[in-house]
């Protein structure tokens, strides 16, 4: 993206793991960034230890499934509301071994209105805005466990796995309403694969930080190719790479 220094970032989910380590790689490069979680206390300190790291950073508390206190959040942050870059990142897995008959209404309900509807009212919010004024970046965290060519559709995590499915559909849908980014917005979903967060617990492979590496290249990208073709947009990344859905 032209002129990341100075842009607005905002981070669903940027108070912890992924979300909080795709706000420190897009806040060293220059960009202002609003972290927003669920636990007002958290969001603070996780603002403050970027802040400590010379990033301007402001956490917010606010439950990504209330689409009216999402609006209301933007009206609150006044020309920060006007956002460079969304990235959805908040996001909670499933009970352990929710096979899907044995998932219950309240889980079901559970997940999908985070995972699914959070995605959806945080483009609500800041995606029109971009689209106006003709530039922007949104990135949703998917999973590969919500893709139908990789381990997506069997195996447990029923909520979770759908869930992430239906993320990356609306990511597809919203990229094709943005013709694909010739409106100047690039849309897309990626894959951090499995990280030592709170989420994906202490043994997982990678860190947060290398997670989150893709979805900083995404953010940060320009929409044109050097030989001058348009970026590709509306794709499923992993590794800064399309993977099939
Ligand atoms: N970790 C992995 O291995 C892995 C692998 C594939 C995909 N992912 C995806 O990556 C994303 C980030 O995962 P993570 O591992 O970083 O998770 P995490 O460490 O558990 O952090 C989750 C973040 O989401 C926020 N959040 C949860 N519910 C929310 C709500 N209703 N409203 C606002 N914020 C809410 C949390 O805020 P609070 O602190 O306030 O609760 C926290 O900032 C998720 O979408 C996840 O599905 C993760």
Redesign the pocket.
């Known amino acids: 993206m032209v002129g990341i220094e100075g842009s607005t970032a905002i981070i ?10 795709a706000a420190g790689g897009l806040g060293a490069l220059g960009a202002t960034v609003v ?6 206390s ?2 603070a300190a ?1 603002a403050a230890s970027l802040q400590e790291q010379g990033i301007d950073a402001i956490g917010a ?6 689409y009216d206190s999402l609006a209301a959040l933007a009206s609150e942050l006044g020309p920060l509301g006007e956002a460079d870059i969304l990235i ?6 499933s009970e352990r071994m929710s096979k899907t008959l044995r998932t219950t209404a309240a889980e079901w309900q559970r997940v999908m ?3 699914v509807d ?1 995605v959806f009212n945080a483009m609500s919010v800041f995606g029109p805005g971009m689209v106006e004024r003709r530039v922007g970046r949104i990135i949703a ?5 919500g893709r139908f060519t990789g381990p997506g559709t069997s195996g447990g995590l029923a909520p ?1 796995r759908v869930s ?1 499915a239906a ?1 990356n559909a609306l990511v597809k849908n919203l990229a094709a309403e943005m013709q694909f980014g010739k409106r100047g917005v690039l849309v897309d979903a990626m ?11 202490p043994d ?1 492979p ?1 860190s ?1 930080e290398e ?1 989150a590496d893709t979805i900083v290249w995404l953010a940060t990208r320009d929409s044109l190719l050097p030989d001058g073709s348009p970026a590709p947009s509306g794709f499923l990344w992993e590794d800064r790479e399309v993977i099939p859905w």
Do not use: E, F, W
């Open positions: 669903t989910g940027g108070t912890r793991g992924i979300g909080l380590a972290l927003i979680g669920q636990d007002a958290r969001a996780a508390a606010c439950d990504v499934t209330d959805a990142s908040a996001g909670v897995m209105s985070i995972n959070g965290v998917s999973a590969c466990l979770y992430k993320v894959c951090p694969n499995h990280c030592r967060t709170d989420m994906g617990g997982a990678r947060a997670g």
